[in-house]
């Protein structure tokens, strides 16, 4: 209960792997107040600018709420079966290899169980694989090679108790905002130093000390010095070493490698070397700037091999610190859900493994070799040798490298299946079987965070339409194809307790993931459970791993492992000169089917955007908010132009989350190259070669409108505001009519409207009428437009506002782009109120505008303009 007299649920945020618990109250109407947990261990109260937002995105307007089959809609009964005869006849006709499964860390333990469970003991191929795969996969290599097992040695607080954090490939501060916090917050007491290993300036770096810009991928170069310098400082633990193998040829493999790889200066390696070697509490957190790489496993070895050759590792404040990426990439890292891992951390290659596990589940059949990795299963599903595929909880048409390839891919496969809560994906699109799944907070089950911790998911919200639970659509299928006993399922707590069971068997093995302490958890319990930390067994629960030396190779010890600096596989030519990186905004999740139904998390970013370096734009005749045509051997994509000196001359940042709904030219994976991890399988998503053109459009054009608009120009991008919508458009060829044009944007033949317009030099301002209120209004100019577009994205629904002129009153200055999303607080105002109001500090622009005092995400950001506005100053 929070005082207002209706009771709060505990739940867990879905979106980043920091794994928040929340409290949820529904208000009985569909809608959903939603507050950080105070007693969750992995935010203890806090939540971000994503998590804050959660109630935003329980609508139902965009939901699928019954099965679809070849478009029509149709009963559970037929459409399972008919899922389950075309997957037994395929492989009936095909053999087992001949159907593939691809699903997601977001889904949740127990759904992720009953697919693994299905594919690889009952279907009898190994053929599933999941997004992780694009996430996690480098780091689980990486862990198995040094440890013998996937493990996380550390904790949170970890990050609390380190006198030095360093961020390696990670913007901590936009992607985990919460662990970025409480750094922060430990930082106030104890003066944590921060170094940010990143080849772009991210927000991340305002909180730091140190900034190493690095050449991309150069990682490996930087962690081999930093080894020979722990070796020259004598800074490695003799002791610690005895636990381990391999580190002479370590050694010499690090001596021989070449530093002058990363472009760092003698003075940025030396000063990194002498705060590593003369801070004994220094936890290395690592994500996507180290997994998504052709060198990624061999990256996260390097660092590995510094924290043990110190025996830095599994000690408070102290380790290696993977940071996941989705909910529950560790639960699916834990049921085995890529295609070379069997359940609970056991491995598909072992047949002594294999044997325990299809005596566990009494399967039929047992794979005994890897199924196909992420990017060869869409191969396969292009040559023809995958004739049925389910996606279930993901979106591979547009987030897979080489994303139109895989898109015509699915369109030609035989037979595809989608379990998704929406209709509205690029890949759903394309499939010939939809199935609606239930949502967070209309479904219960378990989730495993980045520091091992096992929370609950609970449902508030009654299921939609038809909408089933995933695991439920899973066990249904498995039944209809001839596996009763195995999936006679009713609830995911059973499932769980089956998931612990095994995982005891996995524990006699003398693996890590042991959880089967929790195996007898009756219905009520399970129901009750708290957050829980893994290991959990009758001797063990929670804690770090490896402080002792014991590690999980036959022998007892970790292994140091030599590796050597790579560059990345596309290299730069005269054709493709640029180096494309790719990542996140701090308030949108992936392809956005959820958060972009919140206008307030749309705010931040409104379209798809390049970060371009100040001389390269010059080079290339780009200006501020032009719009780009990125190109590369595989794709294009048109997004506009920032010209920013965060990214480096010659490289190029663009965000992952646009597409086909949203701004069908910016989907980025269309243009970055499918290469891969040879260790891995994991795509380099961070460094594909491009060529950067001007997009010679012949007008530009804003609008605004109270409704949905028909968007179909050469580019465009949407996005929902507070009144409706707003979109950016571009054409390549002049417009004759403006108001024809204008009408059937908004799809409004008759609403009364003011037009201004000088067609021959591509200049039209329209705005519409209904009842006296201004409904939608379209801007147009020969160059990008330049209107108030903050101030216009609130109009809609006034009452003859004077829309026309683009700019604001002066008693209602535009707020520019939104920077506070909780608050709705826009750069300008901050901006103005620092000239004005003399603010000095992040606390006391909180006094003054609320900005930056409810989620915090954008606190980084008002540093970041502080800073820049004091530099201004001190410049007059
Ligand atoms: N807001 C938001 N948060 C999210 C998500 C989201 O969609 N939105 N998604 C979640 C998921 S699934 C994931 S996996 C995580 C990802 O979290 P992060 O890995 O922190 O996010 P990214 O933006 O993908 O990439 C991190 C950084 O790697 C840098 N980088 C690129 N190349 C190199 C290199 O060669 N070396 C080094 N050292 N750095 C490099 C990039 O410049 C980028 O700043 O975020 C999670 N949290
Ligand atoms: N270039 C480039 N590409 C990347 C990355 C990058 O950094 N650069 N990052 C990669 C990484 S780390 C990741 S994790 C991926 C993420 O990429 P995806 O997994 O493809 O992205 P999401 O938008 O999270 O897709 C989740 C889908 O599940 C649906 N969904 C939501 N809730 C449910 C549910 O309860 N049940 C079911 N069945 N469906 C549901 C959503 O509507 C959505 O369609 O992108 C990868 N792609
Ligand atoms: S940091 Fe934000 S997105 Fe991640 S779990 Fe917490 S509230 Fe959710
Ligand atoms: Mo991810």
Request: glycine share 8%; aromatic share 8%.
């Amino acid at each position: 209960m929070d005082g207002s007299g209706l009771p709060e649920t505990r739940s867990t945020c879905p979106y980043c792997g920091v794994g928040c618990g929340v409290l949820l109250r529904p208000d009985g109407h569909g809608g959903l107040a939603v507050r950080g947990d105070p007693e969750h261990p992995a935010n203890k109260g806090r939540l971000c600018s994503k998590g804050s937002a959660l109630g935003d995105t329980v609508g139902l307007a965009h939901r699928l709420l019954a099965p679809i089959v070849d478009g029509a809609e149709i009963t559970w009964d037929t459409a399972l079966q008919h899922v389950a005869d075309r997957f037994s006849n395929t492989i009936a006709e095909h053999g087992p290899d001949s159907v593939a499964f691809y699903v997601s860390g977001q889904l949740l333990t127990e759904d992720y169980y009953v697919a693994n469970k299905l594919m690889k003991g009952f279907i009898g191929s190994a053929n599933i694989d999941t997004n992780s795969r694009l996430c996690m996969a480098s780091t689980v290599a990486g862990h198995k090679r040094a440890f013998g097992t996937d493990t996380v040695p550390g904790t949170y607080e970890d990050l609390e108790e380190a006198d030095l954090i360093v961020l390696v490939g990670s913007n901590l501060a936009w992607c985990h905002p919460v662990l970025y916090q409480r750094i922060i917050a430990a930082k106030k007491e104890r003066g944590t130093k921060i170094v940010v290993i990143d080849p772009r300036r991210t927000a991340s770096c305002d909180g730091a000390e140190m900034h190493l810009a690095l050449k991309p991928g150069s990682d490996v170069a930087l962690f081999n010095h930093l080894f020979t310098k722990i070796y020259e400082g004598g800074a490695f633990d003799r002791d610690f070493l005895k636990h381990t193998n391999g580190f002479d040829t370590t050694l010499t493999s690090a001596y021989s490698d070449n530093v002058a790889a990363t472009g760092l200066s003698e003075g940025e390696l030396n000063a990194f070397c002498r705060l590593w070697l003369n801070t004994e509490r220094v936890v290395t957190v690592f994500s996507q700037g180290v997994n998504q790489s052709t060198s990624g496993a061999d990256k996260v070895n390097a660092i590995l091999n510094c924290h043990l050759a110190t025996g830095r590792i599994g000690k408070p404040g102290m380790g290696p610190f993977s940071v996941t990426g989705q909910p529950n990439a560790m639960g699916g890292r834990e049921v085995g859900g890529l295609a070379n891992m069997l359940a609970c951390h056991l491995d598909l290659e072992n047949a002594d493994h294999r044997a325990a596990v299809r005596d566990f589940w009494s399967a039929p059949k047992m794979p005994t070799a890897p199924g196909l990795k992420a990017i060869d299963m869409f191969d396969a599903v292009k040559d023809g040798r995958i004739k049925a595929l389910w996606v279930i909880h993901t979106n591979p048409a547009v987030s897979l490298p080489d994303a139109d390839g895989v898109r015509d891919a699915i369109a030609q496969c035989p037979f595809t299946v989608v379990s998704d809560i929406t209709a509205k994906t690029d890949t759903a699109r394309l499939c010939d079987v939809l199935l609606p799944a239930t949502a967070w907070a209309e479904k219960d089950g378990t989730v495993t965070n980045s520091d091992r911790t096992i929370s609950r998911q609970r449902a508030v919200l009654p299921a939609p339409g038809a909408a089933r639970a995933d695991w439920d659509i899973l066990a249904d299928v498995g039944r209809r194809m001839g596996f009763a006993k195995a999936f006679d399922y009713q609830t995911p707590a059973e499932i769980f307790r089956e998931h612990a069971a095994l995982s005891g068997i996995a524990g006699r093995f003398g693996r890590d993931f042991d959880i089967s302490a929790l195996s007898q958890l009756h219905d009520a319990e399970y129901e009750l459970f708290e957050p829980t930390r893994w290991p959990v067994t009758k001797t063990r629960s929670g804690g770090r791993f490896f402080a002792d030396g014991r590690f999980f190779h036959p022998d007892g010890k970790a292994q140091l492992l030599p590796v050597q600096n790579k560059a990345p596989a596309s290299v730069p030519s005269d054709a493709f000169p640029f180096v494309l990186n790719t990542g996140r905004v701090r308030d949108h999740w992936h392809t956005m089917t959820r958060t972009a139904l919140s206008a307030r998390l749309s705010s931040h970013y409104a379209e798809p955007f390049v970060d371009i370096h100040p001389q390269d734009a010059v080079s290339l005749g780009l200006e501020a908010a032009d719009l780009a045509l990125v190109k590369s051997e595989t794709g294009s994509a048109t997004l506009r132009v920032r010209i920013t000196d965060a990214v480096a001359k010659g490289q190029l940042f663009a965000p992952i989350h646009w597409t086909g709904e949203t701004a069908p030219t910016g989907r980025i994976d269309a243009v970055v190259a499918a290469n891969v991890d040879p260790v891995s399988g994991q795509p380099e998503s961070k460094a594909s070669t491009v060529s950067v053109t001007k997009f010679n459009a012949a007008w530009y054009g804003f609008a605004v409108s109270s409704r949905e608009m028909a968007l179909d120009t050469e580019y465009w991008a949407v996005a929902a505001t507070s009144k409706g919508t707003r979109a950016e458009l571009a054409g390549l060829s002049p417009v004759a009519d403006w108001e024809t044009a204008a009408r059937t944007l908004f799809g409004l033949p008759d609403a009364s409207m003011s037009l201004v317009a000088d067609t021959a030099r591509s200049i039209a301002r329209v705005a519409f009428e209904e009842d006296g209120r201004l409904i939608a209004a379209l801007f147009v100019s020969p160059r990008p437009v330049a209107v108030m577009r903050d101030y216009l994205t609130t109009l809609p629904g006034e009452v003859a506002p004077d829309v026309l002129t683009g700019r604001s009153p002066a008693d209602r200055p535009d707020p520019g782009p939104t920077l506070c999303s909780c608050f709705g607080v826009g750069i300008n105002t901050i901006v103005t109120a620092i000239e004005t109001q003399g603010l000095m500090d992040v606390d006391a622009i909180g006094a003054a505008l609320q900005a930056g005092t409810n989620c915090g995400s954008c606190r980084p950001e008002l540093a970041a303009l502080l800073s820049a506005h004091t530099k201004l100053e001190a410049a007059e």
